[in-house]
């Protein structure tokens, strides 16, 4: 694949390009959308039929830490 000089383009320049490459991403998707739902369904003849779903799947977002308070200190009995 060439390298692109993203210093060097224009904005217009930038903003085709990542069009392009958002076009080219929903194409892939698509694709492998289909070739995954075709093989679901040479699955469902082996058991129970696959769920079919509107929606797609959304990435699990990870918890941060949050930032605990300190619990009050427990006195030991002497």
């Known amino acids: 694949m060439a390298k692109i000089d993203l210093d060097a383009l224009s904005i217009e320049e930038l903003a085709a390009l990542r ?3 958002t076009d080219k ?3 892939k998707v ?3 959308r289909a ?3 075709a093989e679901l369904e040479k699955l ?3 058991g129970k039929p696959a769920k079919k779903t509107e ?3 959304v ?10 308070e300190p ?3 427990v006195a030991k009995a002497a």
């Open 19 to 21: 069009e392009h490459a």
């Open 25 to 27: 991403l929903f194409e």
């Open 30 to 32: 698509a694709a492998r």
């Open 35 to 37: 070739e995954l739902e």
């Open 44 to 46: 469902a003849q082996y």
């Open 55 to 57: 929606s797609a799947p």
């Open 59 to 68: 990435a699990k977002v990870k918890k941060t830490e949050e930032v605990r």
């Open 71 to 73: 619990k009050e200190p």
